[in-house]
Nanobody, 113 residues
Framework: QAQLVESGGGLVQAGGSLRLSCAAS????????MDWYRQAPGKQRELVAS???????NYADSVKGRFTISRDNAKNMVYLQMNSLKPEDTAVYYC???????WGQGTQVTVSS
């Protein structure tokens, strides 16, 4: 069972930047597609960005051009660089493997006006 630990969230003003990190366990990390999700209070969880083991990425329209997902397979890490943050980006952000069912605790991102 893979374990995922998210970090890097915090409070930032609109227009600012944050980099989220996801530390993963497991020897098969390098071949796993990894996703970043977010969930705001009272809203459904949404897929923000995905990256395949080979590095191909996709983004939700709401973050395209502002967020960048990346990975370092040697370190079992996934990152989400978030630039030009908006108040509507406020949410708990989760890293997720499509192979394993468990979710981590997430990391809170709060963007003030």
């Amino acid at each position: 069972q893979a374990q995922l630990v998210e970090s890097g969230g915090g409070l930032v003003q609109a227009g600012g930047s944050l980099r989220l990190s996801c530390a993963a366990s497991g020897s098969i990390f390098s071949i796993l597609t990894m996703d970043w999700y977010r969930q705001a209070p009272g809203k459904q969880r949404e897929l923000v960005a995905s990256i395949t083991g080979s590095g191909s990425s996709n983004y939700a329209d709401s973050v395209k051009g502002r967020f960048t997902i990346s990975r370092d397979n040697a370190k079992n890490m996934v990152y989400l660089q978030m630039n030009s943050l908006k108040p509507e980006d406020t949410a708990v952000y989760y890293c997720k493997s499509r192979v394993y069912a468990s979710w981590g605790q997430g990391t809170q991102v709060t963007v003030s006006s």
